[in-house]
Nanobody
């Protein structure tokens, strides 16, 4: 049973930084495809970034245009921890952030319907 637990959200001023984490447990495959999504009140869930890990090595990373250059997805401990470093935060980045795992590599990584395991989310608020 795969379990994902997010942490690290909080409040920050515009231009600030936060790092959210996703602890992955129960994963027995050597491949892990994990995405970060966010959802603000009244808006659709949006894919932010994703990472493909094979045998503990990062093979590929993916970003939405809205965060590319500001956010960085990374992993540690052979995929047991996946991070989303968020820099130059803007008020429009405020949302609940979720990590999600997929059973295989996803060419359409930003489609939330393709992920079958989700964490409970961590809140990020960007305001002055």
């Amino acid at each position: 049973q795969v379990t994902l637990v997010e942490s690290g959200g909080g409040s920050v001023q515009p231009g600030g930084s936060l790092r959210v984490s996703c602890a992955v447990s129960g994963y027995t495959s050597s491949n892990l495809f994990l995405g970060w999504f966010r959802q603000a009140p009244g808006k659709d869930r949006e894919g932010v970034a994703a990472i493909y890990i094979r045998s503990g090595v990062t093979i590929a990373t993916y970003y939405s245009p809205s965060v590319k250059g500001r956010f960085t997805i990374s992993q540690d401990n052979a995929g047991k921890m996946v991070y989303l470093q968020m820099n130059s935060l803007k008020p429009e980045d405020s949302a609940m952030y979720y990590c999600a795992a997929a059973p295989h590599v996803l060419p359409d990584w930003s489609s939330s319907a393709r992920y079958n395991v989700w964490g409970q989310g961590t809140q990020v608020a960007v305001s002055s």
